[in-house]
């Protein structure tokens, strides 16, 4: 089936910022879209989101050039594509950028592009996304790793770890993950608002934190999973994103909060010391993104008994990927589709990871869409784990919500894992 047309807007972010969505549109008159999420906390190896810069348009941040990149080059170079080619027409788009970093024609461009594709293929085949991008061998549904207390550039900095998550170890279906969030999730307001602390939702939808020191966040974390009837550690486990590479400042990690400073030993021996004395079952970029020392001084030591979860550190970048498995500088992989800007890579990031005996992450990002894709990306690929942010706002909600819809299709051909997933394959 071939592409007949490709058209782009502006659309908005969850954030209330500009991004992409490109709609391609077949012969036969089925048609796909993608809409292109942003992130705040980036590492420097991601794909380039290309954005206008102009101050007078959406405070520099409008991506009308990416747009009318789409509009043109893009939609002429795959006019008559055959849309089932997405390895084709994703090279197509890279070969058609020309940069390292897609950042001519602008990775979210190339994205929306390479997403909207994939939508397209699906509405010509009459099946679901997950079915069509796995072949139909997408069948496990995947662990939630869902944030209770926002931090870091998610929350202007007021704790510096950006992410207090919790995964629910103990829950035997999809579902029951679900319930045990929404019981934990609101028992930590229950909690704050006892403490006077309860201030609003930071930009993933968990709780805004008014803390002191960031090991308060622990305290009360702890004290909301109990509230809410489970013991922490044997039902409720804790997953942390500490994104180190935004602490890491001419060669030192600092704790603004607290106004401690680091080097790399002393950091690593931090997150050593956290995973020993709290029930964290995940920690991801514990340290910079460039800090490989320090990356493989955390894996040495904890890297038998947590997910150790490279973000930054990879970008979803396959040769980094590669540099990080021969180097054993982590056990798992957050996989990002604006990272690296084509489904194809995404995908291949994916299958190398799985084949290295690592564990792949599907995670959204802070600035979203109403978009589901990510949902159908982890079944298609049997990812095993999401991470779209908290339990509230409707662009983290659509995604929880497409993986009980696509529960629901597969009927009892579903899988689930559970905490085994978190266990080395």
Known sequence: MKI?????????????????????????????????????STGRHEALELRDGDPERFRGKSVLRAVAHARGEIADALAGWDVFDQAGIDARLIELDGTPDKSRLGANAILGSSMAVANAAAAARGVPLFESL???????????????????????????????????????????????????????????RGRGKLAGVADEGGYWPLFDRNEEVFDA?????????????????????????????????????????????????????WVGRYPIVSIED????????????????????????????????????????????????????????????????IHR???????????????????????HLAVATNAGQLKVGSFSRGERMAKWNEVLRIRRRLGDRARFAGAEILRPL
């Open 4 to 40: 007949a047309s490709l058209d782009a807007l502006q659309i908005f972010d969850s954030r209330g910022n500009p991004t992409v969505e490109v709609l391609v549109t077949l012969e036969d008159g089925s048609a796909g879209r993608g809409l292109v999420p942003s992130g705040a």
């Open 134 to 192: 796995g072949g139909g061998e997408g069948t496990l549904l995947p662990l939630p790793e869902i944030q209770i207390f926002g931090g870091g550039k998610h929350a202007q900095g007021r704790i510096d770890i950006q992410d207090f998550m919790i995964v629910a170890l103990a829950a035997q279906s999809y579902e029951e993950t679900l319930e045990v969030t929404h019981n934990v999730f609101h028992a930590a307001a229950e909690v704050m």
């Open 221 to 273: 974390l702890l004290a909301a999973i109990e509230h809410a009837g489970y013991t922490p550690g044997r039902e409720v486990g804790l997953s942390l994103d500490i994104a180190a590479t935004d602490l890491f400042r001419d060669g030192l990690y600092t704790l603004g909060l607290e106004k401690r400073r680091f080097d790399s030993g002393e950091f690593a021996a931090l997150m050593i010391d």
């Open 286 to 349: 514990p340290m910079a993104e460039d800090d490989w020392d320090g990356w493989k001084a955390v894996g040495a030591a904890i890297g038998d008994r947590c997910q150790l979860v490279g973000d930054d550190l990879f970008t979803t970048n396959l040769a980094r990927i590669e540099r990080g498995i021969a180097e054993e500088a982590a056990n798992a992989v957050l996989i990002k589709l604006n990272q690296i800007g084509t489904v194809t890579e995404t995908l291949a990031a």
């Open 353 to 375: 990871t799985q084949a290295a005996g690592w564990r792949p992450v599907v995670s959204a990002r802070s600035g979203e869409t109403e978009d589901a894709f990510i949902a």
